[in-house]
């Protein structure tokens, strides 16, 4: 007994000095996120912190900064990062859409089907990837690389405070909150709706005011916000756009490691990715019984009504490709590396029938 607990006792002690490495670190990086340690961000820098150390021996040190700590929102932070004062930060396509606006691109409606599709698209290597890292790297005169792209909160739907919605004509003449990027405004006003931008802090006090009627927001950011208590009350699951959540990197300091802490990092952003796409998942189960249990109304779509709302957000394609720079591109390489996953996922599923 007494030898197996020594035995024990060298075992953990040995896993806390790889945990723990005994000198200074030769790198650090400063990750940030503008959320909450209830936040999905959260837990993918967590894992990255965890892999990069670990992996790296020590030689690089993670510091996360969560909340404003370091900057205040979208545009600051990325300045930051080209800077050099910020490593590492995860910003939504709304937050990012000043510097980069081909970014919006993630806000399309109805492009990806599922989660595996839409995890598809998004691994490195794949070709919508690989256009919008160049991209990046471009337009932000090699300051800025984007490193990978996750998720914030599984899916955007459709959420009010009035009644329940079926098709898009029972949007008409309901305001809606947006960010402040033009495409999910033009996206409401296919719609037929009022697009009102509001601050994310406002969001709840607009609600509760009537100053919005509703919102376009995964279920679990409804629900850490408890929107319900605003009124919230009416959610369709038309699941128009995958929450992508970009996360950047000083390209300078990315490029200053030597080839072997870059694959370390590379792996990082990777294992931060996995964790991202599985966070929402396992938190969504909650939070859609929370929203029922708070009197909430979720109603599916069906085949045929999706397919109006489809039909009726087509004509923001056609602006997207007119009026974003860089937008004619970037959507091709979306549509090809969905088109991709689509007939790839497909004849996995043939394979696993037979």
């Known amino acids: 007994m007494l030898k197996t607990t020594l035995k024990s006792l060298v075992v953990a002690t040995a896993l806390g000095a790889l ?30 912190k965890t892999f990069v150390e670990q992996a790296s021996n020590g030689k690089i040190a993670v510091e996360l900064f969560i909340g404003t700590q370091l900057c205040a929102n ?26 980069f606006p081909f970014v919006q691109v993630l806000d399309l409606p109805y492009l990806m089907s599922d989660d595996r599709v839409a995890e598809a698209v998004l691994a490195n290597g794949s070709d ?43 949007l008409a003449g309901l305001k809606i909150r947006t960010v402040v990027a033009d495409l ?16 994310w802090p406002e969001l709840f006090t607009s609600l509760q005011t009537g100053v919005v009627e509703g919102t376009k927001n995964g279920i679990t950011d409804i629900m850490n916000m408890k929107f319900t208590d605003a009124g919230l009350k009416y959610l369709t699951l038309d699941g128009h756009a995958y929450m992508g959540a970009l996360w950047f990197m000083n390209n300078e300091h990315f490029m200053a490691l030597p ?26 189960i909650q939070a859609y019984e929370d929203f029922v249990a708070a009197g909430g109304d979720i109603y599916v779509p069906t085949p045929a009504e999706k397919v109006t709302f489809s039909q009726a957000a087509a004509p923001v394609y056609d602006w997207f ?24 996922i497909d004849a996995a599923r043939a394979t696993d029938m037979q």
């Open 184 to 199: 999910p405004q033009e996206l409401v006003r296919a719609f037929g709706a009022s697009p009102t931008p509001i601050p």
């Open 259 to 284: 080839d072997d802490l870059k694959r370390v990092v590379i792996d990082g952003f990777y294992q931060l990715q996995q964790a991202t796409f599985a966070s929402p998942k396992r938190k969504s």
């Open 128 to 170: 919508f990837m690989n256009t919008m890292k160049q991209m990046t790297l471009a337009a932000s005169s090699n300051a800025i690389r984007l490193m990978t792209i996750g998720n914030t909160g599984g899916w955007r739907n459709i959420a009010n405070t009035k009644h329940r919605v079926q098709v898009p004509g029972d």
């Open 19 to 48: 945990a723990l490495p005994a000198f200074a670190a030769d790198y650090t990086l400063r990750a940030t996120a503008n959320s909450n340690e209830n936040d999905e961000d959260y837990d993918g820098l967590v894992v990255f």
């Open 74 to 99: 979208g545009a600051e932070c990325l300045q930051g990062v080209a800077d050099g004062t910020i490593d590492v930060f995860i910003s939504t396509s709304g937050g990012a859409a000043g510097i």
């Open 321 to 344: 490709n007119a009026n974003v720079a860089g937008g004619p591109e970037v959507f091709a390489a979306l549509k090809t590396s969905v088109s991709a996953a689509e007939a790839e």
